[in-house]
């Protein structure tokens, strides 16, 4: 019998200190709804802020850019024949009108001496056949010959004369291949190594001998995507659109030229528009095959709002930034433009001098307080970035 009373008393006593828990929660409650218990304000969200700046702005692309020469072209011979002299060193500048290589002239030499021979023979012959048939002619009249002989004669004399006029041909071009034994540079630029040695047989039309690039000026091609291209047409005439090609990072290398190309069509493999530059090049910063990061600025922007790009949030209804306002944040829809180093353009949604949140935004929302903990009129020290 001594069990169930056991039983009993611990079931009242789990009853009685559920009740105890009841009334403490009771109070707890009570406290925290009334005035001089602890306070329900939300704390304030440290924050980084700048202030929305106004600045006249370029309206620039960029892209990937390679170095091609003004002009390119491959020397090669014009007749068959063994190489005998090389006139320059590989890698300097040769000047149009430089001769740069001579092929064996000797037998193009012995053409030149055939061929006059050949001229003066058929001219001495074409004159002869010229005196009989002026002879024929004056027997011709009293009917001395008869008219098929004057005929043959006079026929005979005509060939006589092409013939030699065929002389004449033959031996301008005996001349002209003996010219082209000697090699010159067609134009103004840096030739690049030798192809062809001294002794090797080079063929006409097909051996190339060096190469030659104009490098100043140069060209910088470079491909934008199609959407920006017309605003690229529309900025033509407006003013010169200057192009900057900088050699990897370093900002003291960069060259600045102008637009001078826009492709008539459209990649449609990559959906890119292909463009050139114009350099003047004189210190020959840049070289044929470089890679170059290029700046395109189509026109300048006046007056325009930039905030930072840290600044700029992306919702479910398009971009907006958090505006501090009488220590609170607001909400802004924003239209943005173009980028400007680590600037954003804002076309609409805010005013010069209102500040906009650059950190802490995660942990903001509508109408929350904000402690300006880094940026203009900072009272604190700036909060880590993600905050």
Not at 99 to 107: E, S
Not at 173 to 199: D, E, W
Not at 250 to 278: H, P, W, Y
Request: glycine share 8%.
């Amino acid at each position: 019998m001594s069990i169930p009373i056991t039983t009993e008393r611990r079931q009242r006593q789990l009853r009685l200190r559920r009740v105890a828990v009841v009334w403490t929660l009771s109070a707890v409650m009570s406290c925290c709804s009334g005035g001089g218990g602890v306070s329900a304000t939300p704390e304030a969200v440290p924050v980084e802020v700048a202030e929305v700046a106004q600045r006249d702005v370029p309206v620039q692309l960029h892209a990937i850019g390679n170095v091609e020469a003004y002009a390119t072209v491959s020397v090669k011979s014009l007749v068959d024949g063994e190489l005998a002299e090389i006139r320059f060193q590989e890698g300097q500048d040769v000047h149009e009108g430089d001769l740069l290589f001579v092929i064996d002239p000797r037998p193009f030499e012995a053409e030149l001496r055939q061929a006059e021979a050949n001229l003066v023979r058929d001219r001495a012959e074409a004159k002869n056949a010229e005196v009989q048939a002026e002879r024929y002619a004056r027997l011709l009249a009293p009917g001395f010959i008869s008219r098929d002989q004057y005929d043959q004669v006079r026929t005979q004399a005509q060939s006589m004369q092409a013939a030699a006029k065929a002389d004449m041909a033959a031996l301008e071009r005996a001349k002209l291949r003996l010219q082209y034994c000697y090699i010159h540079s067609p134009i103004t630029g840096r030739i690049g190594k030798f192809l062809v040695h001294v002794g090797n047989v080079v063929k006409e039309r097909e051996t190339t001998l060096a190469v030659i690039n104009r490098v100043r000026p140069v060209h910088v091609s470079f491909a934008v995507p199609e959407q920006e291209l017309r605003a690229i047409r529309s900025s033509a005439g407006v003013h010169q659109r200057e192009v900057q090609a900088r050699v990897g990072n370093d900002d003291s290398q960069v060259a600045t030229g102008e637009l001078s190309f826009i492709d008539n069509m459209v990649d449609a493999k990559t959906g890119t528009v292909m463009l050139k530059g114009l350099f003047p090049n004189d210190d020959e910063m840049l070289w044929p095959g470089q890679f170059v990061n290029v700046t395109l600025t189509l026109l300048t922007q006046p007056d325009a709002l930039l905030v930072p790009a840290m600044a700029l949030q992306t919702g479910q209804d398009g971009q907006y930034v958090f505006v501090v306002k009488d220590g609170t944040a607001e909400v802004r829809a924003v239209v943005a433009g173009p980028s400007v180093n680590e600037e954003v353009v804002v076309t609409k949604g805010l005013a010069s001098g209102e500040r906009v949140v650059t950190r802490g935004q995660i942990r903001l929302a509508p109408g929350a307080r904000v402690e300006v903990k880094g940026g203009p009129d900072a009272g604190g020290q700036p909060v880590a970035a993600g905050e």
